[in-house]
């Protein structure tokens, strides 16, 4: 394989992640972004490929795409993204996604407040965590 400038291998990261974003996922940019907790501007900069992605992005951007840790650096290196296996939560991205009922709007709308519980799943588990923390400290 002959070897790629950086402008290459920013195209060939860009064209996954949009790849993997409208036609895997059936995400907008807007709930894409959300769920990396990265901004718009900076999901969009990713997707056309214009500026380098910034190593401290790619652990959300992963995981908005639902691919494995490391699978961007796999990208820029000239290898595949590697799907992350085994989340029941991705099905249920999944089902909203191939409901041939809902539009496009409802689609966004529906993946939207998903996200958004996940978020907020997630901050009352840390939560949790650390009020477990503390009572073992204390003992």
Avoid: C
């Amino acid at each position: 394989m002959p070897v790629m400038d950086e402008g290459g291998r920013r195209e060939r990261l860009a064209q996954k992640i949009k790849k993997r974003r409208l036609e895997d996922l059936g995400l907008s940019v807007s709930a894409a972004a959300r769920a990396a907790g990265i901004d718009r501007a900076t999901w969009t900069s990713a997707e056309k490929g214009d500026r380098d992605t910034q190593p401290h992005n790619w652990a959300g951007i992963e995981r908005a795409l639902n691919w494995r840790p490391g699978s961007i650096a796999a990208i820029l290196e000239g290898g595949h993204p590697t799907p992350a296996t085994g989340e029941a939560a991705d099905e249920e991205l999944e089902l909203v996604r191939t409901d041939p009922r809902l539009s496009d709007e409802m689609r966004e709308r529906i993946t939207t407040l998903i996200l958004e519980r996940r978020e907020r799943d997630k901050a009352a588990a840390i939560e949790e965590t650390r009020r477990m923390i503390d009572l073992f400290k204390r003992g």
